[in-house]
């Protein structure tokens, strides 16, 4: 199994696999290639398992060509507005406004001004899943952390919010 080394002046060493399912290794410059190689082997295990994870989920959710790109963002425009509403009004609350970007490395987000965004890639996603980040972001209006009180809003619209926030994980 292949990995691509990089050395910087960290003082341990670390094995990381990417979204796109590459293996990084990170290393001391001082740390020699023996130390790297028996690092790498004792992890074996746990990166055969995770890149088996990795695999499956860009399987299931391969990158869009650009007319699924475009598919993805009309529903995004035609489902989320409605979402929002929906859970905003058994929230009580209702964001400044609401866009739809094409960030590939979070679902949503939420300003301190009160702007959510949502991630067009979202809509690969199950109805569950999708109602999961609405809420979350929504919760952001109200908390701006990840705090207690912030899961125990999000609970309170949502009682399964940690089995539907593990679909978007892998």
Not at 120 to 131: G, I, K, N, S
Request: net charge positive.
């Amino acid at each position: 199994m292949d990995y691509e080394l990089i050395r910087s002046s960290r003082r341990t060493l670390a094995l990381e696999i990417t979204r796109e399912g590459r293996v990084l290794l990170r290393a001391p410059h001082q740390a020699t290639q023996e130390q790297i190689d028996s690092f790498f082997r004792s992890r074996r295990a746990w990166l055969e398992t995770h890149l088996e994870r990795v695999e499956a989920h860009l399987a299931a959710h391969p990158t869009p060509d650009a007319a699924q790109a475009q598919a993805l963002r009309a529903k995004a425009l035609e489902v989320l507005p409605g979402r929002v509403q929906y859970y905003g009004a058994r929230m009580g609350l209702k964001p400044v406004s609401l866009t739809i970007t094409g960030a590939k490395t979070r679902f949503g987000s939420c300003s301190s001004q009160g702007r959510i965004s949502f991630s067009w890639l979202l809509m690969q996603y199950p109805r569950e899943a999708v109602d999961y980040v609405v809420v979350h972001e929504l919760a952001h209006l109200v908390h701006q952390n990840h705090g207690p009180e912030f899961y125990k809003l999000v609970a309170s619209v949502l009682p399964d919010y940690r089995q539907r926030a593990a679909l978007l994980r892998f």
